[in-house]
């Protein structure tokens, strides 16, 4: 007995595929509409805050809100935005090396106990990185670097996600035979690995880059409980400061302009290397 074949109609599969935008569509306009508002909401001055569609433009005040913004408590605000631009540049830079270093190592050096070092590291992938703030305060308090950058720079160089995806990507796309012969010509490891081996794993370098930058541009909760000196903190917690002075005076518009000014610095970036990033996410995503 033969089992009755079922067929999809033409119109069925439309259906379906319209659903699907539409379900796409709906979340795109979600996560699109609080950029758009904020985009929106730092063009107008104080007068017209709450008083217009937050959603649509009024009185075009954005330049005026940007020279508040860096006039706000003797210009603190391009303190911040270097401070930021510190952390998040080196910090993710040293980062991408160690993941490399650490990911190539994983990947093509036998050595005891590998295996069980690239179950920590993965299982370290799991762990929220705010279980492991206070634990640090405790211990760089007791070192004396508390409210110093050192305090926010070094907890930045772990990446337990980058070595997994440095160690993914190196055991793909590095060839032994290309090791060996570089060997063979006399080269030494530490040559080679940064001859060659960092050239063949630069997507997944520039992947690792974006995504540590991001994270510790938009860490929080770590320097706010390092650091104690204004002059030293990153635009995040810069700006949570003048969220709680609303009642002492400062404006709403300097505060969302300040937020809007500090997204800047992220979209360059991904619109700078979004080449690199995509191919490496791809490459990871396959191998």
């Given amino acids: 007995m033969s089992t009755p074949q079922t067929t999809v109609r033409p119109s069925g599969v439309a259906a379906s595929r319209g659903a699907v935008m539409a379900v796409m569509v709906l979340f795109a306009a ?6 758009w508002w904020l985009v929106v909401t730092a063009t107008k001055n104080k007068g017209y805050l709450f008083t217009t569609n937050g959603f649509w433009f009024s009185h075009f005040d954005l330049w005026s809100n940007i ?10 605000f391009a303190r911040w935005m270097l401070n930021s631009v510190v952390y998040s540049a080196v910090g993710a830079a040293i980062s991408t090396l160690v993941c490399a270093a650490a990911g190539f190592a994983l990947a093509k050096y036998q050595f005891r106990g590998r295996e069980a070092v690239f179950n920590t590291v ?7 990185g705010a279980l492991f703030a206070l634990p640090l305060y405790l211990m760089f308090s007791k070192i004396h ?8 720079l070094i907890p930045s160089v772990v990446s337990p996600f980058g070595v997994y995806l440095t160690r993914v990507y190196a055991t793909a796309s590095v060839p032994d035979e290309l090791l060996e012969a570089g060997r063979v010509d006399g080269a030494s490891e530490a040559r080679i690995f940064f001859t060659i081996v960092l050239r063949m794993m630069s997507p997944a370098l520039v ?17 706010v409980l390092m650091l104690a000196d204004d002059r030293l903190q990153p635009v995040t917690v810069g700006l949570a400061t003048w969220r709680e002075q ?3 005076g ?3 518009n300097v505060t969302i302009t300040g937020a809007f000014l500090s997204v800047l610095p992220l979209v360059v970036a991904f619109l700078s290397l979004q080449r690199f990033w995509r191919s490496g996410l791809a490459a990871g995503g396959l191998k």
């Avoid at 993965?122 to 929220?128: G, Q, R």
């Fill in 67 to 76: 020279r508040d913004v860096f006039a706000m408590d003797d210009g603190i």
């Fill in 122 to 128: 993965l299982a370290a992938v799991l762990v929220p």
């Fill in 145 to 152: 670097l508390v409210n110093t950058y050192w305090a926010v």
């Fill in 246 to 248: 609303f009642n002492n």
């Fill in 207 to 223: 992947t690792v880059y974006l995504f540590q930058f991001v994270g510790i541009w938009n860490n929080y909760l770590l320097p």
């Fill in 30 to 35: 979600y996560s699109v509409l609080p950029v």
């Fill in 250 to 252: 400062t404006p709403y």
